[in-house]
């Protein structure tokens, strides 16, 4: 395996005391260690030279990327250090003993290389390659996938790194932790090549994983809060990742499972998309042969600028047995009815559990009616849509909608038939609406408020602070306008409805 020159120094420090000079190269491409020859006077491009300084020609030609292992300080050296990379030590040790630790270096991680290929040609597990790998990096290492669940992960025995473990496909990263990150930056999920998170404590080496398609699969991760991670290792990081990505592309199941085939035919069935025979079996066995709600989540700012998968495998972790997963630009969940205490208990509890999250994340969701067959989650789903859409002409501001405050709203926009509010009134209605506009005295809030309180003339006098005599006079001058009779139930009813629109379309003009 060809190396980098920082990760030779970072080795050979831990036995010799060494510095180095020069601008290392960071690409793995240096060659096995050789001896420097006496009166050569070409260094190679990616080669590495062991040599003490007296040996040393004057003005050599140096190609690019030499790394030279010097014993012994000369001030020849100072065009060494300006022509190559120099690993210099400075007191005399024995040459073929620091030769000697070279090639152990290089068969470290000629070792692991070959015990990463070995391992690809027998179609190995994610926790195999981390295994395999611990001994490189020395530190706490696990995989994530696209929902920031665990995949394989490997502890040293020290009990001073973070608990980290070998998890259920279940578990997630921390959301307190990831919520503290998201504070500090956007994830960068398309990234290409190693990068730091820092968290409050915790120091993160991260390597993304993507299919052959670019569609981002994953995340390896190093943890190096113990040890700060050394130069070069995010190279090796690198190479661990590639390897991995190749596992995958021959075994795309280790990055799936039961749980997101059951999201798919989902998301079919929601689509209205036709279903397989398998994933019509999926949805009849599945452990959601229950009652459950449907719950729709907003983002109150732009979804790239969040990574929805982390927020779906949150919510999945904050109520048991539920599933979330992305629907257009919303996302989607449902969740067990067995999970809360009571049926009228839905809103609250619900509220307790994720508000603070729904606030930290600029969210907020819409939550359905109870339903039982999965079928018709698509019905339910626009509950829940539509538990947002009145919410926010309604109530602005707040983070959690439930359907059943805004229903009687939602059916009365929905009752019209196409036709426009204007098609169903009366010609006395329009005499109302013409009265209004030219006198300071409101007819139409007259009449609501008289409906409202059943038609009691002392409740709605009340209401409108006015005296009982002026509510009946005004009452007797509206219905003569209407021409109804406001004894009739079906009359009262579609008065009710038009005022009841007309409202809506006010609070909608105002928004």
Same mark, same amino acid.
């Given at each position: 395996?060809?190396?980098?020159?920082?990760?030779?120094?970072?080795?050979?420090?831990?036995?010799?005391?060494?510095?180095?000079?020069?601008?290392?190269?960071?690409?793995?491409?240096?060659?096995?260690?050789?001896?420097?020859?006496?009166?050569?006077?070409?260094?190679?491009?990616?080669?590495?030279?062991?040599?003490?300084?007296?040996?040393?020609?004057?003005?050599?030609?140096?190609?690019?990327?030499?790394?030279?292992?010097?014993?012994?300080?000369?001030?020849?050296?100072?065009?060494?250090?300006?022509?190559?990379?120099?690993?210099?030590?400075?007191?005399?040790?024995?040459?073929?003993?620091?030769?000697?630790?070279?090639?152990?270096?290089?068969?470290?991680?000629?070792?692991?290389?070959?015990?990463?290929?070995?391992?690809?040609?027998?179609?190995?597990?994610?926790?195999?390659?981390?295994?395999?790998?611990?001994?490189?990096?020395?530190?706490?290492?696990?995989?994530?996938?696209?929902?920031?669940?665990?995949?394989?992960?490997?502890?040293?025995?020290?009990?001073?790194?973070?608990?980290?473990?070998?998890?259920?496909?279940?578990?997630?990263?921390?959301?307190?932790?990831?919520?503290?990150?998201?504070?500090?930056?956007?994830?960068?999920?398309?990234?290409?090549?190693?990068?730091?998170?820092?968290?409050?404590?915790?120091?993160?080496?991260?390597?993304?994983?993507?299919?052959?398609?670019?569609?981002?699969?994953?995340?390896?991760?190093?943890?190096?809060?113990?040890?700060?991670?050394?130069?070069?290792?995010?190279?090796? =990081?690198?190479?661990?990742?590639?390897?991995?990505?190749?596992?995958?592309?021959?075994?795309?199941?280790?990055?799936?499972?039961?749980?997101?085939?059951?999201?798919?035919?989902?998301?079919?069935?929601?689509?209205?998309?036709?279903?397989?025979?398998?994933?019509?079996?999926?949805?009849?066995?599945?452990?959601?042969?229950?009652?459950?709600?449907?719950?729709?989540?907003?983002?109150?700012?732009?979804?790239?600028?969040?990574?929805?998968?982390?927020?779906?495998?949150?919510?999945?972790?904050?109520? =048991?047995?539920?599933?979330?997963?992305?629907?257009?630009?919303?996302?989607?969940?449902?969740?067990?009815?067995?999970?809360?205490?009571?049926?009228?208990?839905?809103?609250?509890?619900?509220?307790?559990?994720?508000?603070?999250?729904?606030?930290?994340?600029?969210?907020?969701?819409?939550?359905?009616?109870?339903?039982?067959?999965?079928?018709?989650?698509?019905?339910?789903?626009?509950?829940?849509?539509?538990?947002?859409?009145?919410?926010?002409?309604?109530?602005?501001?707040?983070?959690?909608?439930?359907?059943?405050?805004?229903?009687?709203?939602?059916?009365?926009?929905?009752?019209?038939?196409?036709?426009?509010?204007? =098609?169903?009134?009366?010609?006395?209605?329009?005499?109302?609406?013409?009265?209004?506009?030219?006198?300071?005295?409101?007819?139409?809030?007259?009449?609501?408020?008289?409906?409202?309180?059943?038609?009691?003339?002392?409740?709605? =006098?009340?209401?409108?602070?006015?005296?009982?005599?002026?509510?009946?006079?005004?009452?007797?001058?509206?219905?003569?306008?209407?021409?109804?009779?406001?004894?009739?139930?079906?009359?009262?009813?579609?008065?009710?409805?038009?005022?009841?629109?007309?409202?809506?379309?006010?609070?909608?003009?105002?928004?």
């Amino acid at each position: 395996m060809e190396l980098n020159a920082y990760i030779l120094f970072e080795h050979l420090k831990r036995k010799y005391p060494v510095e180095m000079y020069g601008k290392p190269d960071s690409k793995m491409s240096l060659k096995n260690p050789e001896f420097y020859i006496d009166h050569t006077l070409r260094f190679h491009a990616d080669h590495v030279y062991l040599a003490t300084v007296e040996h040393l020609p004057q003005r050599p030609i140096i190609e690019k990327n030499v790394v030279l292992v010097c014993i012994g300080e000369h001030s020849r050296l100072s065009y060494y250090k300006e022509h190559s990379t120099v690993i210099l030590l400075r007191k005399k040790v024995d040459f073929f003993e620091v030769y000697k630790s070279l090639q152990d270096i290089y068969a470290r991680f000629y070792k692991w290389e070959s015990k990463l290929l070995e391992l690809l040609m027998n179609s190995p597990t994610i926790q195999d390659l981390l295994q395999c790998s611990y001994h490189v990096f020395e530190c706490p290492l696990y995989v994530l996938n696209s929902d920031f669940q665990y995949i394989a992960s490997v502890l040293p025995p020290d009990t001073k790194y973070k608990n980290i473990h070998w998890a259920t496909s279940k578990e997630i990263l921390d959301s307190q932790d990831f919520l503290t990150f998201l504070k500090q930056q956007e994830l960068r999920m398309d990234t290409h090549g190693s990068f730091s998170m820092e968290f409050e404590d915790i120091n993160v080496l991260c390597v993304n994983l993507f299919d052959s398609g670019e569609n981002y699969i994953g995340c390896l991760c190093m943890d190096r809060s113990a040890h700060p991670c050394i130069n070069g290792e995010e190279k090796l =990081a690198e190479h661990l990742a590639r390897i991995i990505e190749k596992t995958t592309e021959s075994s795309p199941l280790l990055f799936n499972n039961e749980f997101n085939s059951l999201k798919k035919t989902l998301q079919n069935t929601l689509n209205e998309l036709p279903l397989s025979p398998s994933q019509r079996l999926l949805l009849k066995f599945s452990r959601y042969t229950e009652n459950y709600i449907c719950v729709s989540v907003h983002c109150l700012k732009r979804f790239s600028a969040l990574p929805v998968s982390y927020i779906c495998s949150v919510m999945e972790s904050l109520f =048991a047995d539920s599933i979330f997963f992305e629907q257009n630009d919303t996302i989607l969940g449902l969740i067990p009815v067995r999970y809360f205490s009571e049926e009228s208990l839905i809103s609250l509890e619900i509220a307790n559990v994720i508000t603070s999250m729904l606030e930290e994340m600029q969210l907020c969701v819409g939550v359905s009616n109870v339903f039982p067959d999965l079928y018709m989650l698509r019905t339910y789903y626009f509950q829940a849509e539509a538990a947002i859409d009145n919410g926010q002409i309604y109530d602005p501001g707040q983070t959690l909608y439930i359907f059943s405050d805004y229903a009687l709203s939602e059916m009365v926009m929905n009752s019209f038939g196409g036709f426009p509010i204007e =098609a169903y009134f009366a010609s006395g209605f329009r005499k109302l609406l013409k009265h209004d506009q030219e006198s300071d005295v409101s007819y139409l809030e007259t009449l609501s408020a008289f409906l409202e309180e059943n038609m009691s003339y002392a409740k709605a =006098a009340q209401r409108l602070f006015i005296h009982r005599s002026t509510l009946i006079e005004r009452m007797t001058r509206i219905e003569q306008m209407l021409s109804v009779n406001l004894k009739d139930p079906d009359e009262r009813l579609l008065l009710r409805i038009i005022l009841k629109a007309l409202s809506i379309e006010a609070k909608m003009k105002n928004q």
